[in-house]
């Protein structure tokens, strides 16, 4: 006979390896019924779930089949949320990143393209914002650079536009409001009003993440757009040389200044794979310069990204290059950064969790 209190004091000692924290901690375990031979345990975890869910099920299932082996188990996984109703903006996403860099030229658009579709990999619903104003690369990275988006009229004369959506992910971009040189003649205040549009009238329906690709640099235009959008935490992305470094500095600054949670930095380009011999690896641009100025500013090192020619070859033709089956290595590349990260925004939402009838409005 299937003994309740055996299995619940089993499975609640299960430590959720992104927290550390056993189930019992957490008090995630709402509810555990049995009937006959079948055991329905039913846990609410702290979101983002796809990097841990089948981790955590998988332990459940071996904790309740070594006490009873020819048990049938069901494990039912819901997310723990914060209230989000009262955000102005963005109100159904959950997860706003902003993937930033101090300068141009390393690939940050790049690196959000290919993040953005590893997590929709993951099974979650993902969107991706571009807000390169003098620069949109996601309509090409998506290849829908000749795409606009679709416009509806409100009762109230209000207008409503719908992002466009490619390999399931939804995109919207300064390059799909602007005309291809008018971004070069408008100024500050103009251009953070236009970028406005893009969250404030774009209806982005439920997402598990939104991926804000972040104009280069460190001026007033990305510290405006930071203080307009409730950002969950930011990425900085550079490359191995100090020139690139350096940078890295004044974007983490930039982000601390608005109080905005930096998740941590990415390495792109760190090396180059050469197709015919993929053992080997070329330090072209230096190395371990990410990794050194998250030592010296106490920041994570989320992991590094390498050249490949497939990479840009995919970007050129308008699907970011993990969606690619055969391009298997940067598919690890990038499945294990989104673990990383997933990791650092459920440790950022359990906090906010913990604080005794927390609100988020912003």
């Known amino acids: 006979m299937l003994e309740k209190n055996e ?15 056993t189930l019992s901690e957490l008090k995630a375990i709402k509810d555990l019924t049995i009937e006959n031979n079948n055991v329905k345990v039913y846990i609410e975890l702290v979101q983002p779930i796809f990097s841990v869910f089948k981790e955590i099920q998988a332990r459940i299932n071996n904790e ?16 723990r949320m914060y209230d989000l109703s009262k955000r102005k903006v963005l109100n159904r996403v959950k997860n706003i990143i902003a993937v930033a860099s101090g300068k141009g030229g390393v690939g940050k658009s790049s690196v959000a393209s290919n993040l953005a579709a590893a997590f929709s990999l993951t099974g979650a619903k993902v969107g991706i914002l571009d807000g390169d104003v003098y620069g949109p690369s996601q309509p090409t990275m998506f290849g829908i650079t000749d795409t606009t988006f679709e416009v509806i009229e409100m009762p109230d004369g209000s207008t409503l536009a ?3 959506e490619k390999y399931g992910i939804k995109v919207a971009s300064m390059g799909m409001i602007l005309e291809r040189n008018q971004a070069a003649i408008l100024r500050g205040p103009l251009l953070a009003s236009y970028f406005s549009l893009l969250f404030e009238q774009v209806e982005w329906g439920e997402l598990d993440y939104l991926i804000f690709d972040l104009p280069p640099g460190t001026g ?7 203080q307009k959008i409730p950002l969950t935490g930011a990425i900085i992305v550079t490359t191995p040389q100090e020139i690139a470094v350096a940078d890295v500095r004044r974007s983490i600054a930039m982000f601390r200044k608005v109080n905005v949670e930096i998740l941590g930095v990415i390495e792109n ?5 050469p197709p015919d011999n993929p053992d080997k690896r070329y330090f072209i641009f230096g190395e ?36 690619l089956e055969k391009a298997t290595n940067q598919r690890a590349v990038f499945s294990k950064l989104v673990e990383e990260i997933n990791k650092r ?3 950022r939402n359990y906090k906010i969790l913990q604080i005794p009838g927390i609100k988020i409005s912003i």
């Open 7 to 21: 299995i619940l004091y089993a499975i609640n000692k299960i430590i959720d390896p992104d927290l550390n924290k």
């Open 345 to 347: 925004i459920r440790l």
């Open 64 to 79: 309740i089949h070594r006490l009873y082996p020819d048990t049938n188990v069901e494990v039912n996984i819901s997310e």
């Open 162 to 164: 719908y992002p466009i």
């Open 269 to 273: 380009m760190s090396y180059f794979i």
């Open 220 to 226: 007033d235009i990305q510290l405006t757009l930071t």
């Open 288 to 323: 371990g310069g990410g990794k050194r100025v998250c030592e010296e500013l106490n920041v994570n090192f989320l992991g590094e990204v390498p050249f490949e020619i497939l990479t840009r070859e995919t970007n050129d033709s308008g699907m970011p290059v993990v969606l």
